[in-house]
C-alpha cells in the first residue's frame, strides 16, 4: 500500500526516521516506523484492517473517516483511506492511505506530536 501525508510538515517526519527520533525519542519513533512498514506492506486497507496489528479502529467526532493505530497505550498513528468510503468492498480498492500524523487524543486533550 502507498502512505501520503496530509501535510508537507508530517511528511518531513516521516521520510527522515532519525529526525522523527530527535524530535519524539528512539523507541515512538521506532514503532511508528514498524506500523508505517506493516501499512506499506499490506496489498489494500482491507487486508490490513484483518491482520489486527495496531489494532487499527474507525475513529469518531473530529477524527470522523480516519482509523487509529495504536503506538503505545494512548498514543495513535492517524490513517485515513484514501477512498471515498468505509464499507468493506471499497476498502478493499483502497491501495493507499493518507497519514494526518501522530496524536495523543486520549481523555479530553489532543497533543498532536508529530501535526
Known amino acids: 500500500m502507498k502512505l501520503k501525508y496530509e501535510k ?5 517526519y516521516f521520510s527522515n526516521f532519525d ?13 511508528i516506523k514498524k506500523r508505517c512498514n506493516q501499512l506499506e506492506a499490506a496489498p489494500n486497507f482491507y487486508v490490513y484492517l484483518s491482520t489486527r496489528l495496531g489494532n487499527p479502529h474507525p475513529l ?11 503506538i503505545t497505550g494512548n498514543i495513535r498513528l492517524i490513517v485515513k483511506p484514501d477512498v471515498g468510503g468505509v464499507d468493506p468492498a471499497t476498502l478493499m480498492k483502497c491501495d493507499s492511505v493518507i497519514i494526518k500524523g501522530v496524536v495523543d487524543y486520549h ?9
Not at 508537507?8 to 518531513?12: F, L, R, S, T, Y
Not at 481523555?107 to 501535526?115: D, F, H, R, S, V
Open 107 to 115: 481523555g479530553k486533550k489532543q497533543e498532536w506530536l508529530i501535526p
Open 8 to 12: 508537507p510538515a508530517v511528511e518531513k
Open 19 to 31: 529526525l522523527m527520533r530527535r524530535k519524539i525519542g528512539k523507541n515512538l519513533a521506532r514503532s
Open 60 to 70: 469518531y467526532g473530529n477524527f470522523k473517516g480516519c482509523y487509529g493505530v495504536s
